[in-house]
């Protein structure tokens, strides 16, 4: 037993205009993804994490990624690099759903020390190493595994999902 993957992003735009005797049309088609295997190195993972969370107004929280985290089964969840990360915050929010910037162990394999994602209500961010990517966004136990995860505002709580995948070596 152990953890696969798949992981990715797929745009599709089409984009038309009008000229005098045509209609040009331009159009993209892209897709990144990830797959990875069970194991630890290049193109695998062994930890997983998933939830749907609530912060109440004015709130906010901290997720350790070498500390506190549990899988579905009730096993810590402790993380030496992130393969993927995945945030959403719910459509119904009022509020945004701020991530980044704990103020101290910092996760700075995602954001630098002071930096913070703001997602509005419905958005999503999604980052993912490369499957020849052994590394990953490293985590350092103490000090740089720490992701505050805040609402913006003090009139309602927000919602959000987090998925986070890697490994444990």
């Known amino acids: 037993m152990g953890v696969t993957s798949d992981v990715g992003i797929s745009v599709s735009v089409r984009n038309t205009g009008t000229m005098d005797l045509s209609t040009p049309v331009d159009t993209l088609l892209k897709s990144y993804g990830l797959h990875l295997e069970a194991g630890a190195g290049a193109g695998k993972a062994d930890r997983v994490f998933h939830d749907q969370r609530t912060i109440a107004a004015s709130g906010s929280e901290t997720l350790d990624l070498a500390g506190s985290l549990a899988d579905s089964f009730g096993a810590a969840q402790v993380f030496a690099r992130v393969k993927a990360i995945i945030f959403k915050a719910a459509a119904g929010n009022t509020n945004n759903v701020i991530i ?20 509005r209500p419905g958005m ?4 993912f190493a490369s499957s020849t990517d052994a590394t990953g966004m ?19 709580g927000v919602t959000y999902d987090v998925i986070i995948v890697g490994n444990s070596t």
């Open 100 to 119: 980044g910037a704990n103020g101290s162990a910092d996760f700075i394999g995602l954001l630098n020390a002071a930096g913070t994602i703001t997602l």
């Open 124 to 127: 999503a961010f999604a980052a």
């Open 138 to 156: 490293a985590v350092t136990a103490t000090t740089a595994d720490l992701i505050k995860v805040a609402n913006s505002g003090g009139t309602t």
